[in-house]
């Protein structure tokens, strides 16, 4: 009951529309936060004026470390109409490194049927990809691809192509960073 209590509350904040309760509820959702509030969040993106506000929800997606974010974040993009804010959320998936391999189908589609921009940070997920893919799957995103070679504009035939490369030879697990 104190989380609904406390999702309620910093819902509330994030709508008012004052920048002082957006800013302290910001704060709070990153030290604090859960996948909880990643709708209202996307929610805020809409009704936010300020540049600042948007940044600082666009830096909370990128920093997301919760592996179980990454159904909830996908559910949101796939219902998400302004092109911008989808185009930002993508990206979003690259940077958190958080393991998206069981929606590569939605990835290659993104490439497939969006924009230039768009298609382009999700290439950039799928190239960042790890873990073990369905060879059925596989076998029907090529297909599924080599279709969409022949009807993408030539930016987009390139990362097209690209893809073909990459799918096959996805690693298994994520390379380590060296410091």
Known sequence: MEKLDKLNRLKSALKTGNPELISHA????????????????????????????????????????????VDQLIALLKVEK?????????????????????????????????????AFEAFTVIENMYGKINDDVERLLIEKINEGIHRAEERKQYLLKGLLEIIPNIPLDQDPVDF
């Open 82 to 118: 302004d092109l911008d804010i989808l185009e930002r959320l993508v990206a979003s998936c690259w940077q958190n490194g958080l393991n998206y391999s069981k929606h590569l189908p939605y990835f290659v589609q993104l490439v497939i049927d969006q924009e230039f921009q768009i």
């Open 26 to 69: 910001l704060e709070e959702i990153r030290t604090k936060g859960d996948d909880s509030y990643l709708a209202p969040l996307v929610q805020l993106l809409h009704t936010s004026n300020t540049r600042e506000t948007k940044e600082i929800v666009y830096q909370l997606f990128n920093d997301l470390k919760n592996e179980n974010s």
